[in-house]
């Protein structure tokens, strides 16, 4: 199975996961109809779901299954201020190159600058790199005056900095401990690109894990490695597909000692998913600094005050969609020109988790597809396939990645039984409708792609 889609992998192209998102309502383009904005995208019925799901299993892994690791939601807009103690107003920049002849605008660490220009092909038309800082800023209030400048935010991190003394003080964490947040960030990137990958508006899913400086190796060690596992264990992405890189010293953000990316197999080749940031004490120093109110944390058994150092997890929840996108897409050749199009996704990330339908319309079986559907939906994110063309529903249903399809047929009036038929194997069982539920709930925990 895994060598067979390993093979397939490889024609995994972006324009195939462009058209199957907007052909079966996963991602549209923002703002079509007047021909489409840039740098934003907007996710369809299956896409916010899929959505959802990828930030419900990341929350649940953080805030459930930590005991030292709270949420937090903080505002898109902050007090300005934040955003110099924070360094960006200063270093959040991408050196921006222009092409004197075509006006094309590069970032300078993305192409060769000895090169011809990547977009007209002229040579020596490459202007010198300046710096360009990526935040959007906006104002707050009817005027519009320097005074009324504001930021949309280019990270969630700074919510949580700003907040950590709140924390502390209204619950019963104590070093070490984190604080988790997902929410939207905004960055005027100079060029947006490759789909959902890299665009102006996203959205993170961030972690901010406070420790004892002298800590800082253990901890660093333990996220690193507890992420990478977190992508194959809980999400289901092949292993093969995962790797590290860590940052060079030229490479490390501004506020970063330590830093290593997770970078995914996307169509486009190794990019990064997520960063483990090692951000020593720099932020609450900072803002300890700028606000001049102290960020101190007093250890109460050991008599010691310090300004926790931090290990961040910043993980792109859009960016991950595209991640599940890439690593589920499988074209399969079933026989002679029959190739089915199925998406493997983990069933905890699958946006419909149960098709039901009828083998035929009429006689009365319909109806009882319909009162299955509905008794299921309690438990599940459910479907009807009302149209009685099951080889077609099968299809569809595995295009849009439902690991368990449901059919009601003329024996299910006799015994209450239906056929249950799995995505992956297409093989089918025949099953209680008494004992469906649990059923359906254990093959999910149990899931291995290709059961
Ligand atoms: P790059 O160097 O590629 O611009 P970065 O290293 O600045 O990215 P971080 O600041 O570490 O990125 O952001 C953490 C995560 O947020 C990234 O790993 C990525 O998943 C996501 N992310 C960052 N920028 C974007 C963007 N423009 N569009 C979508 N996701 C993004």
């Not at 005056?145 to 209204?170: D, W």
Request: net charge negative; proline share 4%.
């Amino acid at each position: 199975m895994s060598e067979k889609s390993d093979a397939v992998k490889a024609n995994v192209t972006l324009e195939k996961l462009v058209s199957l998102s907007r052909r079966r309502g996963f991602v549209f383009q923002s703002s079509e109809i007047y021909g489409g904005q840039s740098g934003a995208w907007d996710y369809g019925p299956l896409g916010v779901e899929l959505k959802k799901n990828i930030q419900q299993v990341w929350w649940k892994e953080m805030t459930q299954m930590h005991d030292n690791i709270v949420g937090l939601d903080a505002a898109i807009l902050m007090h300005p201020k934040v955003w110099s103690a924070s360094g960006h107003v200063e270093n959040f920049t991408d050196p921006l190159v222009e092409c004197k002849k075509c006006k094309g605008r590069f970032r300078a660490d993305h192409i060769d600058l000895k090169g011809p220009c990547p977009t007209c092909g002229s040579r020596d038309t490459l202007g010198e790199p300046r710096k360009f800082n990526l935040m959007f800023t906006t104002h707050i209030g009817p005027v519009e005056e320097t005074s009324s400048l504001i930021y949309l935010r280019p990270e969630t991190a700074q919510g949580i900095f700003v907040n950590f003394k709140n924390v502390v003080a209204s619950s019963r964490v104590k070093v070490p401990f984190g604080i988790a947040q997902v929410g939207k960030a905004f960055r005027n990137e100079i060029v947006t690109k490759a789909f959902i990958f890299r665009t102006a508006e996203f959205e993170q899913m961030e972690m901010q894990f406070f420790i004892n400086p002298k800590e800082e190796p253990k901890w660093f060690e333990y996220w690193k490695q507890s992420r990478i596992d977190y992508y194959s264990n809980k999400l289901g992405i092949a292993p093969e597909h995962l790797r590290f890189h860590q940052h060079g010293k030229d490479e490390l953000a501004h506020y970063a000692i330590n830093a290593f990316d997770i970078e995914f197999l996307f169509p486009m080749g190794w990019q990064e998913l997520e960063g483990i940031h090692s951000r020593s004490d720099y932020d609450l120093r900072r803002h300890q600094e700028f606000s001049g109110d102290k960020q101190e944390y007093l250890d109460q058994e050991a008599q010691e005050r310090f300004i926790p150092y931090v290990i961040e997890t910043s993980a792109g929840l859009t960016r991950s969609v595209l991640m599940v996108l890439t690593d589920a897409y499988e074209e399969e050749t079933l026989g002679e020109g029959d190739v089915r199009t199925v998406m493997h996704f983990h069933p905890n990330l699958a946006p419909v988790k149960v098709a039901v339908m009828p083998v035929v319309k009429k006689d009365g079986l319909l109806e009882l597809a319909q009162e299955l559907e509905k008794s299921l939906r309690d438990d599940f994110t459910t479907m009807l396939e009302p149209t009685g063309n099951i080889g077609k529903n099968y299809r569809r249903q595995d295009e849009i990645g439902t690991p368990y399809c449901v059919t009601v047929d003329y024996q299910t009036k006799d015994d209450q039984t239906v056929t249950i038929r799995y995505r992956d194997s297409m093989k089918q069982e025949r099953i209680k409708i008494s004992e469906l539920s649990n059923f359906i709930r254990n093959n999910i925990r149990n899931y291995r792609r290709g059961q």
